[in-house]
């Protein structure tokens, strides 16, 4: 079971649109400039942005790492993030254009440690592939993060994500993964691409082969993710998850992100996605 691991101190950062592009319907990726925040963030990490126009809305949304973006000396400049546009918020950022400025805070919460030796699952739900291209990416040793170079030989044996959606309409980032050598399985809720059905029903197959996944990670709709805790514990394989909780703040003060998580002694106690999350071991998180 890999551990995750806090890296640098979270800090208030003015970044510069770069980029901010629509790559699936409702669903956008913005490049920023930042290169303070691009050294010190690794997988599994998040920022809290805030478009800067206005105080309506008043409160940053959360946005998982994406990837980083060097200069060809080889110094971190710019991360990518991808979001989906649900509310205000994200409407907000999707009209930004390039060349303005956003109020960014982080690196937040805890990131990926390091990578099993064997074979490795990612299982996405709606936006949830957004933490995996980093971490697969750095896994396979072809990136290093927050300084901490990751060599292949420590990797695991394969990687890959089963990614699910609703439609066709809303896969996000295929060629991403593709270029970074992450095979992807689709599912779709209505067919239109891939098996139909659920991300968690590709992965039955890898549970009960001859050779089951040594780690299996979710990041997804809670629904989804209780799902999958549940037949990772019934197949007995170890596995991670990403929690999406509501994040008023980010950083541990408002207490709106707690999630139920068990304690060594048996009993459960809340702990707060933004800071002691927002990963999770998959068999202490207490589902109702």
């Not at 292949?152 to 439609?167: E, F, N, T």
């Not at 691409?193 to 089951?212: K, M, R, V, Y």
């Not at 709709?221 to 980010?250: D, I, Y």
């Amino acid at each position: 079971m890999t551990d995750a691991v806090r890296t640098g101190t979270a800090g208030q950062y003015e970044a510069t649109v770069l980029e901010n592009r629509s790559i699936a319907e409702r669903t956008f990726r913005i490049r920023l400039e930042c290169p303070g925040l691009a050294a010190a963030i690794r997988p599994g990490q998040f920022v809290m942005v805030r478009t800067g126009r206005t105080l309506d809305p008043l409160l940053g949304r959360p946005f998982a790492l994406y990837e980083v973006h060097r200069d060809p000396q080889g110094v971190p400049k710019s991360i990518d993030l991808v979001y989906l546009v649900l509310g205000r918020g994200t409407e907000a950022l999707s009209r930004v254009s390039v060349g303005d400025r956003l109020s960014c805070w982080g690196p937040l919460g805890n990131g990926f440690s390091d990578p099993p030796r064997g074979d490795v699952v990612f299982v996405a739900g709606g936006i949830g592939q957004t933490p995996f291209l980093s971490l697969g990416r750095w896994w396979k040793g072809d990136e290093s993060y927050a300084g901490i170079e990751r060599h292949r030989a420590d990797g695991p044996r394969s990687i890959r994500l089963l990614y699910g959606v609703r439609s066709k309409s809303l896969l996000a980032g295929l060629d991403d993964f593709e270029r970074a050598g992450i095979p992807v399985q689709v599912a779709t809720d209505d067919g239109s691409a891939g098996h139909q059905g659920f991300a968690t029903d590709l992965l039955e197959p890898l549970l009960t082969g001859s050779i089951p996944p040594a780690l299996v990670i979710g990041c997804g709709p809670s629904p989804m993710l209780r799902t999958l805790a549940r037949r990772l514990a019934a197949a007995g394989c170890p596995g991670l998850l990403s929690l999406e909780n509501h994040m008023a703040c980010g950083f541990g003060v408002c207490f709106s992100c707690v999630a139920p998580i068990l304690q060594d002694d048996g009993s459960s106690d809340l702990r707060r996605v933004c800071v002691e999350g927002p990963i999770f071991d998959a068999a202490r998180v207490v589902w109702s």
